[in-house]
């Protein structure tokens, strides 16, 4: 692991504060815009959250987009809004909306992982599944950014 970062930045621990999670999926307003609008997204959203002392990570595959945000309840209702008001989301759905004792992507403002042809199948399924079972998205997509940090893999940290 690179030395700048420690384990308590990547398993944010401290139970002191109120962490909320939500996870929502959307859709690019036009396929086309998928990954030009994550690049876009990320752009912006990882000062932002820094600001807002968000964490998160989000994942595009195809014109599907899957996000989990981590802090304050306040802040994340923030963000939610200014993302149901962008142009480049549609359908926004939250799937997820929770209390949790630590943050699951407490590393990263918004992670976005490189999504290899391998995986993009599962993380569809993921992003399917999570009307049932949205902590097996959550699991993955935090086992994906991971596994993509400690190989340098990740689109954005």
Not at 86 to 96: F, I, L, M, T, Y
Not at 130 to 143: K, Q
Request: charge should be negative; aromatic fraction near 4%.
């Amino acid at each position: 692991m690179p030395a700048h970062f420690s384990s308590h930045d990547i398993e944010d621990t401290d139970m002191a504060e109120q962490i909320q999670q939500l996870a929502f999926r959307s859709e690019a307003a036009t396929a086309s815009e998928s990954l030009s609008g994550l690049l876009d997204i990320l752009s912006g959203a990882q000062k932002r959250n820094r600001e807002a002392d968000l964490t998160g990570a989000i994942a595009v595959s195809g014109a599907r987009y899957f996000q989990v945000l981590e802090g304050d309840s306040d802040a994340i209702e923030t963000t939610l809004a200014r993302i149901e008001a962008d142009p480049r989301h549609q359908n926004v759905e939250v799937v997820a909306r929770r209390p949790v004792s630590h943050r699951s992507f407490g590393a990263w403002s918004l992670a976005s992982p490189t999504m290899l042809p391998s995986l993009k199948l599962q993380i569809d399924l993921a992003i399917s599944a999570c009307d049932e079972d949205c902590d097996y998205a959550i699991s993955l997509l935090r086992s994906v950014v991971m596994n993509q940090h400690l190989n340098g893999r990740l689109l954005a940290a």
